[in-house]
């Protein structure tokens, strides 16, 4: 008989809360209420306050998440890393490197995941399918958190969007919110309309004519009552916006890249057009950027996209630690 490692005592790994968000996976924002989005966004600001103060803690000690990206990314990936890490758990990485893992010798998806579960708690997953993460959550016990899935949701960007908004202005309801650029394939358009069809809020859809909003996205706001129109000039929205929320003409989603060069310099925001809009407004980017900002509009106190992406780490703080049962 060997003397045995660990002294394990009594101790279980359990739930110290139970909000519903325990062991759940994060598919869309259909799933959250109004109650629920109040619930993530009070725990990012402890969540800010903690990394204000601290800068780590133990909260997520023993738990590991991996963090699985089939399509690039820069500000997801090292943000869930960044909020694991901040939390005291760990991270297996399958970012850059996808190339090399076995999912390029031809292993389905769902393999994949069901081997990636056994080695951790939790599974963020990008992947250019519609639909992908709710694929793999049927298979997998783990909670799996979209991180993107094609054309289709950005759950998570979604909600650092929104807590983007409340904490820039103070509210979700009166505003009027104008979404420009690619509203067709933008994920995160789709994403964040729908979940701010849940508050008094007016919105303007300006874009290309092949790159409007999605009718039936469309047609769930209007279903719903919403004061919706579409547009295809800036310049008609710019005055009366709380908030620009900007997006990229998406290239790796074109079929036909000639329909992509027509498409591609449509919309620039520029210094001349930020002084027509609002003293208190918020110009907002999902990012990357690829000309549709200009660098000098950075300098405006009004450019919200790189606070943005620092809301973006407390967001995903909350909910990593909310579906473990810590928060
Ligand atoms: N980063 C965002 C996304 O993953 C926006 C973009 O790529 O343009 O959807």
Same mark, same amino acid.
């Given at each position: 008989?060997?003397?045995?490692?660990?002294?394990?005592?009594?101790?279980?790994?359990?739930?110290?809360?139970?909000?519903?968000?325990?062991?759940?996976?994060?598919?869309?924002?259909?799933?959250?209420?109004?109650?629920?989005?109040?619930?993530?966004?009070?725990?990012?600001?402890?969540?800010?306050?903690?990394?204000?103060?601290?800068?780590?803690?133990?909260?997520?000690?023993?738990?590991?998440?991996?963090?699985?990206?089939?399509?690039? #990314?820069?500000? =997801?990936?090292?943000?869930?890393?960044?909020? /694991?890490?901040? +939390?005291?758990? %760990?991270?297996?990485?399958?970012? $850059?490197?996808?190339?090399?893992?076995?999912?390029?010798?031809?292993?389905?998806?769902?393999?994949?995941?069901?081997?990636?579960?056994?080695?951790?708690?939790?599974?963020?997953?990008?992947?250019?399918?519609?639909?992908?993460?709710?694929?793999?959550?049927?298979?997998?016990?783990?909670?799996?958190?979209?991180?993107?899935?094609?054309?289709?949701?950005?759950?998570?960007?979604?909600?650092?969007?929104?807590?983007?908004?409340?904490?820039?202005?103070?509210?979700?309801?009166?505003?009027?919110?104008?979404?420009?650029?690619?509203?067709?394939?933008?994920?995160?358009?789709?994403?964040?309309?729908?979940?701010?069809?849940?508050?008094?809020?007016?919105?303007?859809?300006? #874009?290309?004519? =092949?790159?409007?909003?999605?009718?039936?996205? /469309?047609?769930? +706001?209007?279903? %719903?009552?919403?004061?919706?129109? $579409?547009?295809?000039?800036?310049?008609?929205?710019?005055?009366?916006?709380?908030?620009?929320?900007?997006?990229?003409?998406?290239?790796?989603?074109?079929?036909?890249?000639?329909?992509?060069?027509?498409?591609?310099?449509?919309?620039?925001?520029?210094?001349?057009?930020?002084?027509?809009?609002?003293?208190?407004?918020?110009?907002?980017?999902?990012?990357?950027?690829?000309?549709?900002?200009?660098?000098?509009?950075?300098?405006?106190?009004?450019?919200?996209?790189?606070?943005?992406?620092?809301?973006?780490?407390?967001?995903?703080?909350?909910?990593?630690?909310?579906?473990?049962?810590?928060?």
């Amino acid at each position: 008989m060997l003397t045995p490692l660990f002294d394990l005592g009594t101790y279980k790994r359990e739930p110290r809360f139970t909000n519903g968000f325990y062991q759940k996976d994060i598919l869309s924002v259909s799933q959250f209420s109004k109650a629920d989005l109040d619930y993530i966004f009070e725990r990012a600001q402890e969540m800010l306050a903690m990394c204000e103060t601290w800068g780590t803690c133990d909260l997520l000690k023993g738990y590991t998440l991996a963090c699985v990206f089939y399509e690039p #990314s820069t500000r =997801t990936s090292s943000s869930f890393i960044a909020a /694991m890490e901040r +939390l005291g758990g %760990k991270v297996i990485p399958i970012t $850059e490197g996808i190339q090399y893992s076995s999912v390029s010798k031809g292993e389905s998806l769902i393999d994949s995941m069901i081997t990636l579960e056994q080695y951790c708690d939790v599974i963020v997953l990008r992947h250019p399918e519609i639909g992908s993460s709710a694929t793999a959550a049927k298979y997998v016990k783990a909670p799996i958190i979209n991180a993107g899935d094609g054309a289709g949701e950005h759950p998570t960007q979604a909600l650092l969007d929104l807590f983007t908004i409340q904490r820039e202005l103070g509210t979700l309801d009166g505003l009027k919110v104008a979404m420009v650029g690619d509203l067709r394939y933008g994920r995160t358009v789709h994403s964040l309309t729908r979940l701010l069809s849940q508050y008094d809020v007016s919105l303007r859809f300006v #874009s290309p004519d =092949t790159l409007r909003l999605p009718l039936d996205l /469309m047609n769930e +706001l209007i279903d %719903k009552g919403l004061n919706v129109r $579409e547009t295809n000039k800036v310049s008609d929205v710019i005055e009366n916006a709380d908030v620009l929320y900007v997006t990229r003409i998406q290239k790796e989603r074109f079929s036909d890249l000639a329909q992509y060069e027509e498409v591609k310099n449509y919309f620039v925001i520029s210094p001349d057009l930020m002084a027509q809009a609002k003293e208190k407004m918020v110009v907002m980017h999902p990012l990357p950027r690829v000309g549709e900002i200009e660098y000098k509009v950075d300098k405006d106190p009004r450019a919200a996209y790189f606070r943005q992406v620092q809301n973006g780490l407390y967001v995903r703080m909350a909910l990593l630690a909310a579906v473990l049962g810590q928060a």
